[in-house]
């Protein structure tokens, strides 16, 4: 039987659909959209029925397969999540609450998920490939440092990272612009969203992709995002479960929607969101608005305009938003404190934008729509953010991937926010 490659769209046309590798390795629509799959697989039921019980790696792969199928082949797939996913994606019971705990892996942040397979796909992808590949990618703070950890030394790929120059933590500077080698790092003196637009302009402009072979590794590349809503779906291993995601730019909870459209048995989701309460205010009025975004305590989610809203919008009308994700917004100092008292009641550290999704949970308690298990996605380790936590909880233990990264001298250049500013740095 011959398998049909899933074909991918814009979310701003559905002419001229393109295969995995295509949406992957091109990252950004030629026409500025996202590309997303044209349908959404389901899950197995032999898959469902076995998801208290099944390895993460055969979650990773059930997941991954049908969204690849044709264009990487099963035993090569599996290679990939098994080299992937050394680590685990565990839950952690606090209290009356879980912890999904997704700082195991080598940066000790949930990036690693999606950058490590991404990594792996486009090795692959472009195994015949002689002219090399550039990556530009735009963090505010954790996925510049799992896409330089993912792509760092992988021949024929090279890498730059836009981050906002003072609006992230030292060791994630070091994570991002100590490696060397193949990656290349630029501070931009301005916001994340000042790095986003920078990149999408570069990869929209026709005289960069006369020169060189460009993509992105943001979660708008879609093969960042596929293999992110695995541990969604090993979550719902306990079924009818509210995950609460932590959220900035959108891409974690959309892959969340991914899973719960394949079957999960996933009850609700809570978008957490800081100060930048983009989402909240459009699940409430029904009207987006983007907006400039606020320097907060919780730096990776300071995103005003979430680029995979886009994608949200496509798959799903504004009602059936409400209906499966309550929006909430967290002050820094809630955020503060709720660090402070769920240490001193449990034990247990919490990252700031960890505590404004256990924060999220406090506001929303109560409400009908919150009932049974309820799931925290834990998206950094606490010791990432140091200059925050120490102060209000003492010293949290250090996993050895960071106290290396500690140890790293930072290599950068910093530039202002123009596009022609990055166009200089390749032109």
Not at 115 to 124: H, K, L, N, P, Q
Not at 203 to 229: C, T, Y
Not at 294 to 299: D, E, G, H, L, P
Request: hydrophobic fraction near 40%; charged fraction near 20%.
């Amino acid at each position: 039987m011959v398998q049909c490659a899933m074909r991918y769209y814009s979310t701003r046309s559905k002419n001229n659909p393109v295969n995995f590798a295509a949406a992957a390795l091109t990252g950004l629509a030629p026409d500025g959209g996202l590309f997303i799959p044209e349908e959404i697989p389901q899950y197995p039921k032999a898959a469902l029925s076995s998801l208290g019980t099944m390895d993460y790696r055969d979650i990773s792969f059930e997941t991954i397969k049908p969204y690849v199928q044709s264009e990487i082949p099963a035993s090569v797939l599996e290679d990939m999540v098994q080299s992937a996913y050394p680590f685990e994606a565990p839950l952690v019971g606090v209290g009356d609450r879980l912890i999904l705990e997704l700082f195991h892996g080598p940066t000790a942040a949930f990036k690693d998920f999606g950058a490590r397979f991404m990594a792996r796909a486009f090795a692959y992808l472009r195994r015949n490939e002689e002219k090399p590949l550039h990556i530009l990618v735009a963090t505010s703070g954790d996925t510049g440092g799992a896409v330089a950890d993912g792509f760092f030394e992988v021949e024929g790929i090279s890498v730059t990272v836009l981050y906002p120059k003072g609006r992230i933590t030292p060791l994630q500077e070091r994570q991002i612009a100590g490696l060397g080698g193949n990656i290349s790092a630029l501070a931009v003196e301005g916001s994340f969203d000042d790095c986003q637009r920078l990149v999408k302009a570069a990869l929209a402009d026709e005289n960069l992709k006369k020169k060189m072979v460009l993509s992105s590794a943001n979660s708008i590349n879609i093969s960042r995002l596929i293999p992110q809503a695995a541990y969604y779906t090993a979550a719902a291993g306990i079924p009818g479960i509210t995950l609460c995601v932590p959220s900035g730019n959108f891409g974690n909870l959309t892959a969340g929607l991914y899973a719960m459209k394949m079957g999960a048995p996933i009850r609700q989701f809570i978008a957490a969101t800081n100060i930048n309460k983009t989402v909240p205010d459009y699940l409430t009025s029904g009207e987006y608005q983007a907006r400039t975004s606020q320097a907060t305590i919780s730096n990776a989610m300071d995103v005003g305009a979430p680029s995979n809203f886009e994608r949200m919008a496509a798959h799903f009308s504004w009602e059936e938003m409400r209906r499966i994700i309550l929006g909430v917004s967290v002050s820094d100092e809630e955020t503060r404190e709720t660090i402070t008292r769920v240490h001193s009641e449990y034990g247990y550290f919490l990252d700031p934008h960890s505590a404004v999704g256990w924060k999220g949970v406090d506001k929303l308690q109560g409400m009908p729509e919150v009932t049974g298990p309820v799931g925290i996605l834990s998206t950094a380790h606490p010791a990432k953010f140091a200059e925050t936590v120490e102060p209000l909880v003492g010293h949290a233990p250090v996993p050895d991937s960071l106290a290396r990264a500690m140890q790293r001298t930072i290599h950068s250049q910093t530039i202002p926010a123009d596009v022609s500013a990055l166009l200089e740095k390749f032109l």
